[in-house]
């Protein structure tokens, strides 16, 4: 992938939680700009386990290429506890998940992108960085209003009235289904990356890092696992087919 000359000089920051989606859109920014910066929250969500995971996933891109561990900055984490306090919700509290009556799933943290994206761009502030990626898609996810390309557009607009500033918010996984982000991660650092984020990120909302499946770890049941698995299926089958 060949991106505008101009992004190598400036800095990204990167919403990393340490699952499939934001691990993709990590490499994607260290393909483009000329230094990255990661960022996690802990908001007492349920799979805290992905935290966890954020260190190993760094290393291991940083391994990947020398240019990458060069373009790789620090990480940040910030804790939310106010949010998982006031969201009843499956992925803050331990509850069968399950549709709710408004026809989203309970897994939906409402706010949760909006403010993850407001205290982004808070930190971008002081870190002298424009560019905002996250992982976020309407094209294969759980239907969650907060994930879509309106809301980010919407929201790029309110930041930059807001704050007086010129952030690109960046969503490359937007129209992407979960086969082609497979795919698009492939394309950036080979087998190699595939296999990383394959074994070291994580997706399933339950937490479970026991049971190791052919598209990565997970219970194998929660919607998360359902659509990494249905994702993973369809990349090979698509290879196979090419090969």
């Not at 992905?50 to 940083?62: F, I, K, Q, V, Y």
Request: include cysteine; charge should be negative.
């Amino acid at each position: 992938m060949s991106y505008p000359v101009r992004d190598r000089s400036e800095a990204a920051l990167v919403l990393f939680s340490g699952g499939q989606d934001s691990a993709t859109c990590l490499a994607w920014a260290l393909a483009r700009f000329g230094r990255v910066e990661t960022l996690g929250f802990d908001y007492g969500q349920r799979h805290a386990i992905e935290l966890t995971c954020r260190s190993t996933l760094r290393d291991g891109l940083a391994a990947l290429t020398p240019t990458w561990r060069e373009r790789l900055g620090p990480d940040h984490t910030l804790p939310l506890a106010a949010l998982g306090s006031i969201s009843d919700t499956a992925l803050t509290r331990n509850a069968e998940i399950a549709l709710m009556e408004n026809g989203l799933p309970n897994t939906f943290v409402p706010g949760r992108n909006l403010l993850f994206l407001t205290f982004a761009a808070a930190l971008a502030a002081r870190r002298d960085i424009r560019h905002i990626v996250t992982g976020v898609c309407e094209t294969d996810y759980s239907g969650y209003p907060d994930c879509r390309d309106d809301t980010i557009k919407a929201l790029q607009v309110a930041l930059n009235l807001g704050m007086q500033s010129r952030y690109v918010l960046h969503t490359p996984l937007m129209w992407l289904s979960k086969a082609e982000t497979w795919c698009m991660a492939e394309d950036l650092g080979g087998m190699p990356l595939v296999s990383l984020i394959n074994h070291d990120s994580h997706s399933c909302y339950m937490g479970d890092r026991g049971t190791f499946h052919p598209w990565g770890y997970g219970c194998g049941t929660c919607p998360a696992c359902q659509l990494r698995r249905a994702g993973w299926e369809t990349y090979l089958a698509e290879k196979t087919d090419h090969a």
